[in-house]
Nanobody, 114 residues
């Protein structure tokens, strides 16, 4: 069955950086676009960044220039490098196929606070 395991979250001060990882299994990773999504308390889950099978990327406006999505098909893993973090980036971050398909993993909590 499909499994998505996110890791790398934590508590960071404003301006800091984190690198999230998502290990995928149970499907042919390389033939799907992948995305990072986030859900803040009281808000709907939103797409933060997406990457196609060919490596093209797209970003939500508020993270452009600060976040970078990448993938390693040999490791069935997608990454999200997050720099210049802001308090409004605080959320649970999830990965899924892009567009999303099937269930979600547990996510990884990112808290940006001084």
């Amino acid at each position: 069955q499909v499994q998505l395991v996110e890791s790398g979250g934590g508590l960071v001060q404003p301006g800091g950086s984190l690198r999230l990882s998502c290990a995928a299994s149970g499907y042919i990773f390389s033939i799907y676009g992948m995305g990072w999504y986030r859900q803040a308390p009281g808000k709907q889950r939103e797409l933060v960044a997406g990457i196609t099978t060919g490596g093209s990327t797209n970003y939500e406006d508020s993270v452009k220039g600060r976040f970078t999505i990448s993938r390693d098909n040999a490791k069935n893993t997608v990454y999200l490098q997050m720099n210049s973090l802001k308090p409004e980036d605080t959320a649970v971050y999830y990965c899924n196929r892009f567009p999303p398909l099937g269930g979600w993993g547990r996510g990884t909590q990112v808290t940006v606070s001084s």
